[in-house]
């Protein structure tokens, strides 16, 4: 194992890396490392099971050997600069040990490979901010155990797409994110059936319709609820939103929402106002200008600023 995070390391990767045969794990992120991938890391072989190298200014494209790594548990080269496209067989060549794929905030591009849907231990998927392109997001129907727990794949340029109908599956999921990109369609009214455990939803700068189904109430572990400037998105707030008393940010702004929040029961306000604390007392922020909600605004006295 070398792990190095946080230790102020500047310089190029060496080619003499390979000659660690032994090595299980590389963890070189948040350093200063410059350069590319040496040609030759395919090397290191089937004993390496984690390349972490967050947040560097690493660049070039993947090499080719890499793809011998075949049993890689984590791949994570997110944060960096990264640029070239994946090969399409990924999804075969690590479909039974990947488990963290993260390459989000990169230059990747093309399009994502079709066989992502073989990756059959994934627990993490984080692609945000790439120069992805194509019109539909990565099925994961041939997954053998709903094993995804996070699908962070928000501006990667997908021109306009529904959720696949195998997303629906996908019973541990806790993190979706696939906001500023061409999402459509609605959210569907069993959503908290499908994703039982979701803590944070994010669905920003999309063309997402309709209302919020009255389910997402079910959602108690939701934490974060961001569905800003969607525009599209109206109706009144679910009634049975005052379930979800994990929430500590809800951005709800820039749609056409209407009606009014939750008012306090009778009995139990704190000082005679609509107070949220009584229904969200996990809340730090609240966004929800830019709609056309009536009633009295809402008061929560732990809130910074409204």
Request: hydrophobic fraction near 40%; proline fraction near 6%.
């Amino acid at each position: 194992m070398l792990s190095l995070p946080e230790y102020g390391l500047d310089g190029i990767i060496p080619l003499s890396l390979v000659n660690l045969t032994a090595l299980s794990s590389l963890d070189l992120s948040e350093n200063k490392m410059i350069g590319s991938l040496p040609e030759n890391i395919g090397e290191l072989g089937e004993s390496l099971k984690s390349v972490i190298l967050s947040e560097n200014t690493l660049s070039g494209s993947i090499p080719s050997s890499f793809y011998n790594l075949s049993t890689l548990e984590h791949w994570q080269i997110d944060h960096n600069y990264f640029t070239g496209t994946l090969r399409d067989d990924l999804g075969e060549i690590f479909a039974n040990s990947l488990e963290a794929f993260a390459v989000q905030f990169n230059y990747l591009s093309g399009t994502l490979p079709s066989t992502l849907s073989l990756l059959s231990k994934l627990e993490r998927f984080e692609i945000t901010n790439n120069e992805f392109y194509g019109s539909n997001y990565p099925g994961f129907s041939n997954m053998t155990t709903p094993s995804l727990q996070v699908f962070d794949a928000a501006n990667v340029g997908f021109v306009s797409s529904t959720l696949p109908q195998s997303y629906y599956s996908l019973l541990g999921l806790e993190v979706l994110v696939l906001g500023y990109d061409g999402l459509y369609g609605t959210l569907p009214e069993a959503m908290a059936d499908y994703w039982p455990d979701m803590r944070v939803l994010a669905l920003d700068n999309t063309h997402l319709t309709g209302s919020l189904p009255e389910s997402l109430g079910n959602m108690v572990n939701m934490e974060k609820l961001l569905i800003a400037s969607c525009q599209l998105m109206t109706g009144s707030l679910p009634s049975s939103m005052v379930n979800m008393r994990k929430l500590s940010i809800i951005n709800i702004a820039s749609n056409t929402f209407s009606g009014t929040f939750p008012s306090t029961p009778e009995g139990i306000t704190e000082d005679g106002g609509n107070n949220l604390k009584v229904y969200f007392p996990s809340l730090v922020k609240l966004y929800i200008s830019s709609n056309h909600f009536t009633g009295p605004v809402p008061v929560y006295s732990s809130l910074p600023s409204m």
